[in-house]
């Protein structure tokens, strides 16, 4: 989804709350050095490349899932919907499988907890 060697950052904090970003290492940089003055293939890059979402997440240890319920998303079809992905966690290595991946087919994000 996010290329070979994809970034990113989620944090879960003990009172239900989530922040998400994921993108590509080799986003381009934008030649006016000025987000607002990108070019229209700078911006598909961008929008293409990267995601990033916040709200709420619940975990249902019976069925082995993770809903989140997005808040608010950098893509904006996506805000106040819930998502729901099956998860797989061991030792320090957290799996999640999007089903439907914005770009076709499906994605497996892969996490690895930071210490």
């Known amino acids: 989804m996010y ?3 994809p970034q990113g950052l989620v944090i879960f904090d003990g009172h239900g709350h989530y922040a998400l970003v994921n993108s590509r290492a080799d986003l ?17 890059a961008v929008a293409q490349g990267s995601i990033a979402h916040f ?20 893509f904006p079809n996506w805000n106040g919907v819930e998502q729901r992905r099956p998860f797989v966690l061991s030792g320090d290595e957290l799996r999640w499988t999007t089903p439907a991946a914005s770009g076709g087919g499906s994605g497996e994000i892969v996490l690895k907890r930071a210490r």
Request: hydrophobic letters at 25%.
């Open 3 to 5: 290329g070979p060697n």
């Open 28 to 44: 381009p940089r934008y030649v006016a050095n000025d987000r607002m003055k990108g070019s229209a293939d700078e911006y598909r």
């Open 55 to 74: 709200g709420r997440y619940v975990v249902n240890e019976a069925d082995r899932t993770i809903t989140f319920r997005i808040e608010t998303s950098t």
